[in-house]
């Protein structure tokens, strides 16, 4: 069970296929202020590890990452 | 005697020319990409290459040569469906498997990387030369046509070159 995040924006990018993943988290993250979470869901298998690199090279947070049934639930915080 | 000694050896020599232009170190936050194939198999891989860095907050750098530039012809991207020779047997099932994974394609990867981040594509002169080609022949997400010491100027300290 996922902390509770106080969520600001909220996209789906469940059916989308590597690259298209970070592309719409890139996208989303754009119109974000500091502080704010993001959470984005994913069904690319890929997206685990692109998230987290993304995050890593933005140097924006990864708060969290649940997996249920397929879907990929990624909550982030524009730093 | 001779009597020349190491000294008036050394003077006698012409000197050594400087020493050629140490090359920067390879540490720019640039993905540089030359792009040599035109066939969708390989344009896929230069686009969603493009498109991870840029949505990574790298530069990038599209070289657009031979067969790469070709593919940029105005309209080309609509009809191109050419794969690797090697793989003829694989176009079929990459075809069929694209259209049923709605796969975004190589050029709206593209489209989309330069919307996100900094994205610079040029062609190669001397393949605009040899087919006649001006830039207006091409679809307008390249930004200029230039020639090889250009694009080695503005790529050569990327941390990442691909050749595709």
């Not at chain 1, 989303?28 to 890593?56: C, H, M, N, Y």
Request: charged letters at 20%; glycine letters at 6%; proline letters at 4%.
């Amino acid at each position: 069970m996922a902390t509770t995040y106080q969520v600001d924006k909220t996209v789906d990018a469940k059916g989308q296929v590597c690259p298209m993943p970070i592309v719409t988290l890139a996208k989303a993250f754009r119109d974000l202020s500091a502080g704010q979470i993001l959470a984005i869901t994913a069904t690319d298998p890929g997206a685990k590890k692109d998230v987290a690199a993304w995050a890593e090279k933005t140097g924006n947070s990864l708060l969290e990452m649940v997996e249920a049934n397929g879907v990929l639930t990624f909550y982030l915080k524009k730093v | 005697m001779f009597g020349h000694t190491a000294q008036d050896k050394q003077q006698q020599l012409a000197p050594l020319p400087a020493p050629a232009e140490a090359t920067p170190p390879a540490t720019a936050n640039r993905l540089a990409i030359v792009l040599f194939s035109g066939t969708i198999d390989k344009l896929m891989s230069a686009s969603i290459m493009a498109t991870g860095a840029a949505a990574m907050g790298m530069d990038v750098e599209i070289f657009l040569t031979n067969w790469g530039a070709l593919a940029f012809r105005r309209g080309d991207y609509t009809s191109n469906t050419r794969v690797s020779a090697d793989y003829a047997d694989y176009r079929g099932t990459l075809l069929e498997q694209m259209a049923a994974k709605k796969v975004t394609s190589w050029m709206e990867n593209l489209e989309g990387a330069k919307e996100i981040g900094n994205v610079h594509i040029t062609a190669c002169s001397h393949t605009m030369t040899l087919f006649d080609l001006q830039l207006s022949d091409l679809e307008p997400i390249v930004d200029e046509v230039i020639g090889v010491a250009a694009f080695i100027e503005g790529a050569r300290d990327s941390a990442m070159t691909l050749y595709i």
